[in-house]
């Protein structure tokens, strides 16, 4: 990899389409919406076990393989997709045709592919708002900083940031409980653009080919121009 760049434009033309790391664009831009003090939520006794309990549920996914419905609802844009998710490090995700879109993780990068623009974006990995979920070992405090929490009926929400890289995006996961299941996050950037990514028929400890990681590449002209 020559050079980890990045094309805020780019980036954001796509809309809530390229949210998944529009949070890195805005970062490396200089935006400073969320460069503040960040606040931890007070946790009770049993706020602090259930999340200890998310903790090692998300420290428990090794693979992970699930369809999922991404809405932006700055645009009430809709995609659907595939998501594949190797830990630590690794994550692919492919939307639906008639897009051909494509984002990927390999442990060092993350990567987006616009095959619109035949342009392809790359940043470090820790600048994802998705490193909460690829990281060798999931902690939910300390350098990530517990911004909300909430129980519901056999559910909870969870507000997280990157202590030291606010501006990556804030993000919210819901999970179910008993069993607990990783269901949904939304994602937050710094301009308050907000998307959010439901997971369907998620499968767990399948085993992924590296293939499915590998870094896009734009696709060659040819000689004509074509």
Do not use: C, H
Request: no cysteine.
């Amino acid at each position: 990899m020559d050079q980890l760049a990045l094309s805020r434009r780019a980036l954001l033309a796509r809309g809530g389409s390229t949210l998944l790391i529009a949070g890195t664009a805005l970062a490396l831009s200089g935006g400073s919406a969320f460069a503040k003090k960040l606040k931890p939520v007070a946790l009770t006794d049993q706020d602090k076990a259930d999340v200890a309990r998310i903790e090692a549920y998300l420290n428990g996914i090794t693979t992970m393989q699930a369809k999922f419905q991404q809405v932006s609802l700055s645009n009430q844009e809709i995609s659907f997709g595939m998501i594949y998710v190797r830990r630590p490090g690794f994550l692919r995700v492919q939307y639906d045709p008639p897009r051909k879109d494509i984002l990927v993780a390999d442990s060092i990068a993350i990567s987006y592919y616009d095959a619109e623009l035949n342009q392809l974006n790359q940043a470090p990995l820790n600048l994802s708002p998705l490193w909460f979920l690829l990281r060798d070992n999931v902690k939910l405090g300390g350098d990530v900083t517990v911004t909300s929490f909430q129980r519901g009926p056999n559910a909870f929400q969870i507000g997280i940031v990157q202590t030291d890289e606010p501006d990556a995006g804030t993000v919210t996961m819901t999970l179910g409980d008993k069993p607990l299941e990783l269901q949904q996050w939304t994602i937050v950037d710094q301009k308050g653009n907000e998307v959010r990514v439901a997971l369907y028929n998620a499968e767990f400890g399948l085993k992924l080919e590296n293939s499915l990681f590998r870094t896009p590449e734009k696709k060659q002209k040819n000689r004509n121009g074509g």
